[in-house]
């Protein structure tokens, strides 16, 4: 019957990423519960497995169901459905904010006003979180200077240095410790502010984390920087847990959503309301 049919296709099973994503909280309280999913298999590992089950399903025409969001890169290489969600269940999409330690706006206001004035569009960054996965591991700088380099100018308006001259300043040397989620659109404007920041006479270092001990991190003052916190809905459990130990420098990306994603060869799949069918 179709039922069968359907778990042959997806083995009714959705690829998850992280479990302390604030993606994957949402799947599981709400998502399951709107669209009747619960005897679905939710896998949480990791966005680099999810990426990486993505493209093997994807070259063998396999049928696969991802946990994905926008921007992201896969979907200029892969002909992707996002998943229509007629209950709202995802929320309304939010923006991406630049997030610090609280007091780094007075220690390091020069770094601070460059990040409350950064903006990036959805053509730019997934450009260059496109030219970091193809790289490689260990490859980011790499692949921002190449980008920097089709993007000529792009340093001086996002760090102008004022009265032109001297880029180093009065802060050379200075460490600014700037940590990351797994994710592509964090590794991507991390990388990228190394660069910069590099560039600037900074000592920047970068470290990757996990949600909750990056949020704990900044909120108690051992990590100055993060760009990638979803907000008002996707990171509320870490704001209203850590929120007034923190400082929001700013937005920089919107609007943003949440979905599940299947390639669009899975031609009968467009609604969430489809993986009960
Ligand atoms: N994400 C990417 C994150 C926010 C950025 C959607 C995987 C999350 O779910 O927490």
Do not use: C
Not at 79 to 107: C, Q
């Amino acid at each position: 019957d179709d039922l069968k049919a359907n778990e042959d296709k997806f083995g009714k099973k959705i690829i998850g990423i992280e479990a302390s994503s604030g993606e994957m909280g949402i799947l599981k309280d709400k998502i399951v519960k709107e669209y009747g999913l619960s005897d679905w298999k939710i896998v949480s590992s990791s966005t680099a497995s999810m990426l990486s089950e993505l493209d093997r399903s994807y070259k063998s025409k396999k049928p696969i169901v991802t946990t994905l969001w926008s921007p992201h890169w896969a979907y200029s290489k892969y002909d992707m459905t996002k998943l229509k969600d007629p209950k709202g269940a995802w929320g309304k999409g939010d923006k991406i904010h630049t997030v610090a330690r609280k007091g780094f706006s007075n220690d390091d206001p020069r770094v601070a006003s460059w990040l409350k004035n950064f903006k990036m569009n959805e053509k730019d960054l997934t450009e260059l979180e496109g030219m970091i996965t193809d790289a490689g591991k260990g490859k980011e700088q790499d692949a921002v200077k190449k980008w920097l380099k089709k993007h000529p100018g792009l340093v001086d308006k996002m760090a102008p240095v004022s009265g032109g001259g001297n880029a180093k300043g009065k802060d050379a040397g200075k460490a600014v410790n700037l940590g990351y989620f797994p994710w592509d659109e964090a590794i991507a404007t991390t990388y990228l502010w190394e660069n910069i920041l590099e560039d600037r006479g900074y000592k920047p270092k970068v470290q990757q984390l996990d949600p909750g001990p990056l949020y704990t991190a900044l909120s108690k003052g051992d990590m100055d920087v993060q760009f990638d916190a979803w907000l008002p809905t996707t990171h509320k459990q870490y704001m209203d847990k850590y929120g007034d130990k923190l400082t929001d420098v700013g937005k920089w990306y919107g609007p943003t959503s949440l979905e599940l994603s299947v390639p669009s060869y899975m031609k009968d799949v467009k609604s969430l309301d489809d993986l009960k069918k």
